[in-house]
């Protein structure tokens, strides 16, 4: 078992930046795959990033390439989601996730933290 923490969120005016943790506790000895999802009120939960294990490799949804960066260190068993130019576009919660293999479906991650509100005020 893998629990995940995600302190961080909180209120920011657009424009702004935020940064997010994922702390990993538990089973941390397997190699994860982390991924960061939000969810907007009334809609379904969407990717946003994911980061392998060694952290060579990325991949980010197109709604915040280039304005989001995701990055881990594994000694800290943590994983950072650094985001800039916010918009109000980017308000939901925001949860991380572990996975045993690299993907972009949140149906394939099987630890969830219990997700951060990020609101953008414009």
């Known amino acids: 078992q893998v629990q995940l923490v995600e302190p961080g969120g909180g209120l920011v005016q657009a424009g702004g930046p935020l940064r997010l943790s994922c702390a990993a506790s538990?089973?941390?000895?397997?190699?994860?795959?982390t991924g960061w999802f939000r969810q907007a009120p009334g809609k379904e939960r969407q990717f946003v990033t994911v980061?392998?294990?060694?952290?060579?490799?990325?991949t980010y949804a197109n709604s915040v390439k280039g304005r989001f960066t995701i990055s881990r260190d594994n000694a800290k068993n943590t994983v950072y989601l650094q985001m800039n130019s916010l918009t109000p576009e980017d308000t939901g919660v925001y949860y991380c996730?572990?996975?045993?293999?690299?993907?972009?479906?949140?149906?394939?991650?099987?630890?969830w933290g219990q997700g951060t509100q990020v609101t953008v005020s414009s």
């Open positions: 996730a572990a996975a045993g293999n690299y993907g972009l479906d949140p149906r394939e991650y099987d630890y």
């Open positions: 980061i392998s294990w060694s952290g060579d490799t990325t």
């Open positions: 538990g089973r941390t000895s397997r190699r994860y795959v």
